[in-house]
């Protein structure tokens, strides 16, 4: 059965000088795959087998990020498991076109994809060293003395019994690194938050980007924060706001 390739994808493998090639061999193969590169928050993302498609709902944490950080002038951020580096790109650049002084740090446990974030770097901030960009399991190779303003992940958070329903175009395709989240979906989100407990400024956030299904109630057992639920527009849970402070 051939493939039914939507507008988008069309218009994606036009863009790329791929539309008039005999792309049946690709099967379900996400078409940001196919051309090695997604447009997120207007910056031209190379991917790759190696890293997760970055998703159009992950931009709403740029907001989130940008409303929390208003007030502020020097900002020390960090991404953790970054992938493509998508993320904390796109954050570079929102906060450098409001004039705020910026430091981030990058990681992944991944070192091709941490290869992929450091190419996309390169490429977009050719003249930039606001980002520092390495492997790291997650905080452990970050240097204990630097106190966030903001942490932002967006981990895997896929519950393992629903990988093998995901459609093919996941399941098949993206890093299988990248979507498991262990039995409950929760087991990278809570390492992150254990790790973070002593790592952000008075008044920093973190913001982890989760499971639908998730609510606050599944996090309250990691004592040491005040916890929030950011929805997407469709009005499911999707963002979990935690502040030092008593568990609410």
């Given at each position: ?24 061999t690709?099967g ?11 447009d997120?928050?207007g ?5 790759n ?10 931009v709403?944490?740029?907001?989130i ?33 409001k004039?705020?002084r910026?430091k ?10 941490v290869?992929?974030?450091?190419q ?6 050719p ?28 981990l ?20 299988e ?23 952000l ?16 109630s ?8 005040q916890?929030?639920?950011?929805q ?17």
């Amino acid at each position: 059965m051939n493939r039914a390739w939507s507008i988008y994808e069309q218009n994606q493998l036009r863009k790329w000088g791929l539309a008039d090639q005999d792309l049946a061999t690709y099967g379900e193969m996400p078409v940001e795959y196919i051309t090695g590169h997604v447009d997120f928050d207007g910056l031209d993302i190379l991917v790759n087998k190696d890293v997760l498609i970055p998703r159009v709902e992950s931009v709403l944490m740029l907001t989130i990020a940008e409303e929390l950080l208003a007030n502020k002038g020097e900002i020390l951020f960090a991404e953790i498991g970054t992938g493509s580096g998508a993320i904390g790109m796109a954050l570079n650049r929102r906060l450098m076109e409001k004039g705020k002084r910026i430091k981030g740090v990058l990681t992944d446990v991944s070192e091709p994809a941490v290869e992929v974030a450091r190419q996309n770097y390169r490429r977009l901030f050719p003249d930039d060293t606001n980002l520092k960009i390495f492997q790291s399991d997650l905080m452990k190779s970050i240097p204990n003395e630097l106190k966030f303003d903001l942490i932002l992940a967006n981990l895997p958070y896929i519950p393992t019994s629903r990988l093998p329903h995901l459609p093919e175009s996941v399941k098949d395709f993206e890093p299988e690194i990248a979507l498991d989240g262990g039995p409950d979906g929760l087991t990278l989100l809570k390492k992150l938050l254990i790790q973070a407990k002593d790592r952000l400024v008075a008044d920093g956030v973190l913001i982890l980007e989760m499971d639908y299904s998730h609510d606050i109630s599944d996090f309250v057992d990691v004592t040491g924060y005040q916890y929030e639920i950011a929805q997407d527009e469709f009005g499911q849970n999707r963002f979990l706001l935690a502040r030092q402070g008593e568990v609410n």
